[in-house]
């Protein structure tokens, strides 16, 4: 399958438009908004959980995975995105939870009952309520085991209490997934990313004592047997899909994304967005390390290419904070900044993925109260910090910067109340900048909607970026991302130069004889020799 020159759009329904006016984004939201989308030119839509859940991680508790949460609209409705979607040439891509199932899901509401065969598909472990099978610590925070009494057994939970781990090393339990995979084919979706996938084999959680580190479970024994398996039996080799790799390495997802090995399109790693906080501690604030930013995309993708692997290249999505807040200027180089971000990523080997409101330069939350917050990690770390005793500013400065919520906020589409993504209060409350919307980015040229839609069409445009060979430059020059693509058969050639502080930036050598293809800047540059790139700006070079 060719995909090379297509780019993906993140959508998180619950935020992206309100159709029924309940506060809360839904599917035929999505469809009203498809000729905006076809407008940015995206290919595809991945769409963030919305099966029925309670909600307890927003939708990626899933306690059906083949029923639409009612909040969201109905399979009809679903069906009536994928049509119009298609009809733009837009492909829908659906968010596999399959490390884990929610409690209120009838498999483990059947386990909870006595049913062996139920407990089996999870990692339930004897024990006394006073001493769990091993210490591990969960990725939301607190034990990783919670005891249910009238079993007298623990069960395994990665993430939040209500999110219990399937045990993938039962058969049954693999094949009733390839049964929801079969099921959403058939309603014509054309791609899957699948949430933590890399967790999914983990046999010593059934015999491991002591202490176990949550990171032991990362990219285990039988996770690509797995993988190919899943794919081989359903078809997936002819979709795009993507896996999400927690803590991963670079030799595992090149072999996940090796079309060789024929277990996924490509993955989504994150070493490049632990930059800025303290290692292990993502709650604690550091500068960006623009240096370390740059060796770690530099060997992701030289490895990725090296070994004809494919990779996913993104900064943003609903459990990061927004990019221009965090490695951009939010105040005089907003503008400048956002697009320089977009085309640091959009020029790189691999499938750009934009998150919505990610095309409009849209900021963290600025939210100042605990009170605003609605995600389970965010409120679960506050009470942690608090009882560290950090005192409230402090923690509630951690959350501005670091909660999944800043990029949760509700999408902005025109002014009005509530910017027009409802009627009513919304569910989350709305970002402090709500001056920068679609429709008024629609209209200005100079927008970093228009800048996006530039990046989507010149990759299509251009093999170079598309599917050309790259290699990086300026390895020692510490706030310059500097690299370049080019495409062999017609020896066109691409070079990348982002500034990524807010001092003036000499760009070594001489650059005459290419042509500026793009700037980031609101004036575009007058000379390549001597190239100074001013705050945030970022060019393309073409030749
Ligand atoms: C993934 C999702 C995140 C979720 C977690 C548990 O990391 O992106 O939102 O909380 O998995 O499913």
């Not at 997934?177 to 959680?205: C, T």
């Not at 919304?426 to 970002?431: D, Q």
Request: aromatic share 12%; glycine share 6%; charged share 25%.
């Amino acid at each position: 399958m060719e995909f090379k020159d297509k780019v993906v759009y993140q959508i998180y329904p619950k935020s992206f438009c309100d159709a029924n006016g309940d506060g809360w984004g839904d599917l035929r939201g999505i469809t009203e908004k498809l000729d905006y989308l076809a407008d940015l030119g995206v290919d595809y839509l991945w769409l963030t959980p919305f099966m029925v859940s309670p909600q307890k991680d927003n939708g990626y508790d899933v306690a059906d995975y083949c029923a639409i949460d009612a909040r969201f609209g109905t399979m009809a409705d679903f069906t009536e995105l994928v049509h119009e979607a298609k009809k733009r040439h837009i492909g829908l891509m659906l968010d596999m939870v399959f490390n884990h199932t929610s409690t209120e899901h009838r498999w483990f509401q059947r386990a909870l009952a006595g049913d062996e065969k139920y407990q089996a598909y999870y990692v339930f472990r004897d024990g006394t309520p006073d001493k769990p099978p091993f210490d591990c610590t969960s990725v939301f925070g607190g034990p990783a085991w919670e005891y249910v009494p009238q079993l007298g057994k623990w069960y395994l939970h990665c993430f939040e209490r209500s999110q219990a781990d399937l045990d993938w090393e039962n058969p049954d339990v693999r094949e009733e997934l390839k049964e929801v995979i079969r099921f959403w084919r058939d309603k014509g979706v054309a791609g899957f990313r699948f949430d933590v996938i890399n967790l999914i084999s983990k046999p010593q959680a059934r015999t491991a004592r002591g202490t176990v580190d949550l990171k032991s479970f990362m990219d285990g024994p039988r996770v690509h047997e797995y993988i190919k398996e899943l794919t081989r039996d359903t078809g997936l080799a002819d979709l795009l899909t993507v896996g999400e790799m927690s803590g991963t390495t670079i030799p595992a997802c090149v072999r996940y994304a090796d079309p060789a090995e024929k277990e996924l399109s490509m993955c989504f790693h994150f070493h490049h967005l632990k930059v800025d906080y303290a290692p292990g501690n993502k709650w604690q604030r550091q500068p960006a390390d623009i240096g370390a930013l740059k060796k770690i995309l530099q060997a992701w993708q030289l490895a990725m290419q090296e070994h004809g692997s494919w990779d996913a290249v993104f900064w943003c999505n609903h459990d990061q904070p927004r990019v221009v807040s965090r490695f951009g200027d939010e105040g005089r180089y907003w503008r400048t900044s956002a697009k320089m971000l977009g085309l640091a990523i959009h020029f790189l080997r691999g499938t750009p993925y934009i998150y919505q409101g990610e095309e409009l330069g849209m900021m963290n939350a600025g939210f100042t109260a605990i009170e605003q917050y609605n995600d389970v990690e965010s409120r679960n770390a506050y009470a942690a910090m608090r009882q560290q005793g950090l005192s409230d500013r402090a923690a509630l400065a951690a959350l501005a910067f670091r909660s999944r919520d800043n990029s949760r906020t509700p999408m902005q589409w025109e002014d009005g109340p509530h910017d027009g993504f409802s009627l009513v209060d919304p569910w989350l409350a709305m970002g402090r900048h709500q001056e920068i919307t679609a429709a008024a980015e629609q209209k200005d040229r100079q927008s970093v909607f228009h800048w996006y839609q530039q990046l989507i069409r010149l990759r299509k445009q251009k093999k170079a970026i598309a599917s050309g060979r790259i290699r990086f430059l300026y390895a020692d020059v510490p706030d310059l991302l500097a690299y370049q693509r080019s495409d062999e058969e017609t020896a066109a050639q691409i070079t990348v130069l982002c500034n990524f502080s807010a001092q003036p930036l000499r760009v070594p050598d001489d650059w005459t004889g290419w042509q500026l293809l793009l700037d980031s800047a609101s004036e575009p540059l007058k000379e390549t020799c001597p190239l100074v790139l001013r705050p945030f700006e970022g060019i393309a070079l073409e030749k």
